[in-house]
């Protein structure tokens, strides 16, 4: 069984501009969840999909971050324009009913921002 | 509301066991977490335990849970430097099952 699926692995870029990443689930599985890791803290949960809509998006900054799920399956989230504070790992993980079950973490976006 | 604690850091010597422990506020909870992170690689659960369980065991691993205290504890036997990782713990709660992460505990294992 394939795995989570993120692109890309590692992106460097300049404040105010803009970024997205990609994440391709496991096949099947319902939802899917955006995760920010800030370098010595645990991940905190930015957006939850179940399908194509929207579980809980409690903690995603509305102002710069933006994310959709289109035809339930990969997801994009997207950061426009990025701040420093930023500077995190993007985790996908993707779970075959709500949370729980099993979540399966892909490797992670790592974001720098200057 | 939600919060998940745990000490930032446990060294243990090879062979030894290791205990890894986690408080957690929200009574609620009705999933409890251990996963491993090795660095650079993402998130790979270990366990769970279900709330209305005290313990779970699997293989090296022993998860016991005071619901009373809010307190989960892993357990691992004869820890191996491939141990060597951040462990978080993790609860779920809320109508909507809402997972919340620990800061995460790194265990060094000393050869």
């Known amino acids: 069984e394939a795995g989570v699926a993120q692109s890309p692995r590692y992106k460097i870029i300049e404040k105010r501009q803009s970024v997205a990443f990609w994440c391709n689930p496991i096949s099947g599985h319902a939802t899917l969840y955006w995760y920010q890791q800030i370098l010595g803290q645990g991940p905190k949960l930015l957006i939850q999909f179940q399908n194509n809509g929207v579980v809980d998006d409690s903690q995603l900054p509305k102002d710069r971050f933006s994310a959709e799920r289109l035809k339930g399956v990969d997801s994009t989230l997207k950061i426009q324009p990025a701040k420093l504070e930023d500077s995190a790992v993007y985790l996908c993980?993707?779970?075959?009913?709500?949370?729980?079950?099993?979540?399966?973490f892909g490797p992670g976006t790592r974001l720098t921002v200057l | 509301g939600e919060d998940v604690e745990q000490s930032l850091f446990l060294s243990v010597r090879e062979g030894d066991s290791s205990v890894i422990n986690c408080t957690y506020t929200?009574?609620?909870?009705?999933?409890l977490y251990w996963y491993k992170q090795e660095p650079g690689a993402g998130l790979q659960l270990l366990t769970y335990?279900?709330?209305?369980?005290d313990m779970k065991q699997d293989q090296r691993l022993t998860v016991l849970l005071n619901k009373k205290d809010k307190h989960l504890s892993l357990r691992i036997a004869d820890t191996q430097t491939g141990d060597s990782a951040i462990y978080f713990c993790?609860?779920?709660?809320?109508?909507?099952?809402?997972?919340?992460f620990g800061i995460g505990t790194k265990l060094q294992v000393i050869p």
């Open positions: 335990i279900f709330s209305n369980m």
């Open positions: 993790a609860e779920i709660s809320g109508g909507y099952q809402k997972v919340t």
């Open positions: 993980a993707s779970s075959h009913g709500l949370a729980a079950d099993t979540q399966y």
């Open positions: 929200d009574s609620s909870s009705t999933y």
